[in-house]
């Protein structure tokens, strides 16, 4: 994805959604809200319905694999809806996810906006770096939060004391307060992300 696309979504792994949402807050990553991700994972499964797909992915973090479901009508409450044919999407194949996270049935899942295969293996290692940057750059916030008097300095991470913020955006994080190879491997994230859809290569 674009710099410019990223500044609105967040790279999670899969065990971050499992583990980390629930009923009535949704996505909360380090206190804050995450209203639209970046997922990736390993399709072991695929059931076509009419209304909806849902894919079963797995990109081997705990917790996982997790329900991921594609719409197939832009409108789901109106009799006007139109028709949006699902991605050609293969089982045992990588796909990135962009979506939210919902809970229902006592277990949270993926509603997906976009489905997309990923062709080049150097996006799966590319995404995890994503996601260790901006779990780095939330949890700078919370803490920068936690220190500026909003809850003392102490932090209860547990999910009912974890009141989240009204939203977040990643893509332009603040630098300040990270160590020097911190900055390094952020700025080099940042700019690849911005150059490429593939990211880094190891080569």
Request: charged share 20%; glycine share 8%; no cysteine.
């Amino acid at each position: 994805s674009s710099g410019g696309d990223r500044k609105n979504l967040v790279s999670v792994s899969l065990a971050q959604v499992i583990h980390l949402t629930t009923k009535d807050d949704g996505l909360v990553v380090h206190r804050q809200k995450v209203h639209s991700l970046v997922a990736i994972g390993l399709v072991l499964n695929i059931e076509e319905l009419v209304t909806k797909n849902i894919y079963r992915i797995d990109d081997q973090t705990r917790g996982a694999p997790i329900e991921v479901q594609y719409w197939k009508n832009d409108d789901n409450d109106s009799s006007n809806s139109r028709y949006v044919a699902p991605p050609p999407i293969m089982e045992k194949t990588w796909v990135r996810v962009t979506g939210q996270s919902r809970y229902d049935d006592k277990k949270p899942f993926i509603v997906a906006f976009r489905v997309e295969p990923i062709l080049d293996p150097n996006e799966i290692y590319m995404h995890f770096l994503e996601v260790i940057a901006d779990s780095m750059v939330l949890q700078k916030r919370k803490i920068e939060s936690l220190s500026s008097g909003g809850a003392g300095g102490v932090m209860n991470e547990s999910r009912s004391m974890a009141a989240p913020t009204t939203g977040i955006s990643v893509g332009g994080s603040h630098m300040q307060g990270f160590s020097a190879i911190q900055k390094t491997v952020l700025n080099l994230i940042t700019k690849m992300s911005e150059q490429s859809s593939a990211g880094i290569h190891r080569s």
